[in-house]
């Protein structure tokens, strides 16, 4: 599968998770996208983009399981959360409750959302090592109490790479009547997802990540009750439109002037090629080689796992603590002599090195980290063990 890919053959890539990898017949779609847009701009703005974009939210609304009038694209989660966080009409000390495992940007999102609502961000702890799922559960609840109004989750966390039991939090939630938005950045194409299974209000994915889109592709999904309650995070065209499409949701949040949005349309496509490429199979021997290699680095680095070694909690990435005070030199240092692209991932006090296995990656690629924190452990003190 290496040779499907655009990577340089002279890294050792172990940071899918990032920015993912377009294969080839992906990216040569996308250009023939954007060539198209270029040959008649006029034409493919406003005639062709409107049935694209339908085409390429009808396959993507099977492959997540919800309908197709219940999503729009967004470029990034970021993005999406942004436009629910903004539609909110929370009161002066209302919260919202979170764990201290969410991603950097939605933290600095409903803080700056927080300083001007006068809400408040709860942070929930979920203590590592985690022991089972319940114990996820009854940490996260701990948080909530009469105040809380709004759920906010990753069901794939980006620092700690740890699946979390989304299924369970949203039923919950729901019986308790709160808002829940989820964040499964990393879920498409990574772990089965079924939004409508899921149940939750609104959902945010990544395209450009584990279902190998080009940069730039995400969706936000939003349940039927609280469409017309989403305000448009920029305002165009489609406010108040003149000529009104299949509902006020898209035309409020699918068209924003001119863009590029050859990257959403390439969705077919990927779909193709996941499905062509037997892309089922091909995750699932990528987790087996996280869960194989797991507690070898673990006992290499002389810390423990943070989770039980299993697909339960673990899917196409893992992280292992590593005990450094300098993780971005470790990060260069990995990268500039040893060719390896890995992120050194510090939160909630502790440094984690997550590496994450594709179907371009093989055991030989884990095996070049493996030699080369032993070297770094021998010949630094960049780690201590």
Known sequence: MKSQFFLDKNITFLNHGSFGACPKPVFEEYQRLQLELETEPVYFMQKSLVGYLKTARERLSKFIGCDATDLFFTPNPTFAINIVMRSLKLQPGDEILTTNHEYGAMDRTWNFYCKKSGAKYIRQNISLPIVSKEQILEEFWKGYNSKTKVIFINQISSATALIFPVKEICDKAQELGLITIVDGAHVP??????IQDLNPDYYTGTLHKWMLAPKGSSFLYVKKEFQNDLEPLVVSWGYESDAPGESQFLDYHQYQGTNDVSAYLCTPKVIDFLSENNWTEKSRACKQIVLDNYQRFCDLLNTKPICPI?????????????????PAELKELLYDKYKIQIPVMPINGEIYL????????????????????????????????
């Open 189 to 194: 194409g990574h772990i089965d997802l079924n």
């Open 310 to 326: 299993t697909t339960a909690f673990l899917g196409q990435m893992a992280s292992v603590p590593v005990r450094t005070k300098k």
């Open 354 to 385: 997550r590496y994450s296995i594709n179907a371009y990656n093989s055991q030989e690629d884990l095996d070049v980290l493996y030699k080369a924190l032993q070297d770094i452990i021998a010949t630094t003190d960049l780690i201590e063990v």
